[in-house]
């Protein structure tokens, strides 16, 4: 292996460490979160899987189990698979309590799937990519374990068009949650989609408005979280909107999170 590829794989080692650990803290405070459990981007995601969500399912990067316990009643089987046991474990205590007998649960890195070419009718992600080193390695392993005529639903967060904001954007989320490593904006996700091999057939976006107070709540870390919020305030304060329409609301700090979500087939 040549030493800039042992570098980028020690950085995706490193990355990982974090991630396990910053999930491992959030993993009751993610799975409370009124965002991630509301059913304005769940029911889309289950919408989009079609026929493809009646077979075999992946649920990548599955955190605690709240998509794949909506997908499950339908799918003849799902496979919910992390970077973080303690995020499975969540996945299958909430799936047990739902009554779910279909799921199997699988730990490991997004980017080095343990699954044979071909082993899914469909894959689908939530909140994902940009947690992701390399997040063209990760689609690239999604069509690999696709069955031809299969199709991946992926829906995350993304950044406006502007670099200037994007930037801003990204090093917030960083300061709040070091597993964070950037959200991208809507044509660069279309695009490594489909450098994946992948057609989207379909694509839909929608708005999510956040405070301050239950965004940071997530990371469940007040000593990050307090000078987090004066940098924010300030930005805010000042007029920088991050793209995100940032800005204050009397002592409130809002902004709205804008997501994609694309369903996107692999040729037959």
Known sequence: MSATGEGARHRVADHNVIANREFTRQAAQFAASPVVTSDAMIHPIAEATGMAGTGEVL??????????AAL???ARAVTAF???PEMLRRAEAHCTAAGLTNVR???????HLPFADGAFDCVVTRFSLHHFTDP????????????????LV???????????DAALHNAIEVLRDPSHV??????????LVERAGLRVVTRCSG?????????????????????????????????????????????TIRFTHRWLLLAADKPA
């Open 59 to 68: 649920d990548l990067a599955c955190g605690p189990g709240i998509v794949t």
């Open 182 to 191: 950037r959200m991208l904006p809507p044509g660069e996700l279309v695009a």
């Open 136 to 151: 063209a390695a990760a689609l690239r392993e999604t069509g690999r374990v696709l069955k031809p005529g299969g199709r």
């Open 207 to 251: 708005e999510q408005p956040r405070t301050f107070e239950e965004w940071a709540k997530i990371v469940d870390d007040p000593a990050r979280v307090a000078p987090l919020q004066t940098v924010v305030a300030a930005l805010a304060g000042a007029g920088a909107t991050a793209g995100i329409a940032l800005r204050l609301d009397g002592d």
């Open 154 to 164: 992926v829906a995350d967060i993304v950044t406006c068009d502007v670099s200037e």
């Open 105 to 111: 649960y699988r730990q490991g890195d997004a980017a």
């Open 72 to 74: 499950a009643p339908t």
């Open 82 to 84: 992390d970077l973080t």
